[in-house]
Structure formats: C-alpha cells, structure tokens
C-alpha cells in the first residue's frame, strides 16, 4: 500500500483540545483507521512550524484526501500531506528512463 508523510499543525481550538483531552490523538488515530483504512505507520510530535509528523499507510490518494478534508473541516488542524516513495524504487524507476 503506498505510504504517505503528513504534516499537522494545530489551531488554537485544537491546542485547547489537546491540553484538556491529550488521548484525542488516539481516538482520531482509531476513527481514520476504521473510517479510511488508513494505517498509523508512525507518528511524532515535533517542534517548529508543524506539531506533528504522521507516516501513514493509505489505499490510494483519493483515500488520504478525504482524511484529510474531514479532519481539516473539524476546525482543530491543519494537513499538508505528501506520497513517499522508497529510495530503491525511485533508483529503478529512474533507470527505465
């Protein structure tokens, strides 16, 4: 299935969400899986101009993409998202060029 990376920055409501109910994230992370189909491969908070890195496991873009609008649509986040290929296959799809 093809992997994805996707970025998550928070809005003050979903700030406010997080401090008051931190085991959200695991409850949004069951309804995509059970919604989409979509996989949490692995999932990071971080620091700087995004507060979460998600490496995800989705059917097809069409997939992630609605995720991502009914997620964004919450008021709580917002996505950037990004299809990832792995390096040997880049190499041989490269070379049959």
């Not at 101009?49 to 609008?69: C, G, H, L, Q, S």
Request: glycine letters at 6%; zero cysteines.
């Amino acid at each position: 299935m093809p992997i994805f990376v996707m970025l998550t920055t928070l809005t003050d409501e979903g700030m406010k969400t997080l401090k008051h109910r931190p085991e959200r994230i695991k409850e949004v992370d069951q309804e995509v899986m059970e919604k989409y189909g979509i996989k949490i491969l692995a999932q990071y908070a971080v620091m700087g101009p995004y507060d979460f890195v998600n490496i995800i496991e989705a059917p097809d873009n069409d997939t992630v993409v609605k995720m991502a609008i009914e997620l964004g649509s919450r008021g709580t986040i917002r996505t950037l998202t990004m299809p990832a290929i792995e390096v040997d296959r880049l190499i041989e799809d490269l070379k049959s060029l």
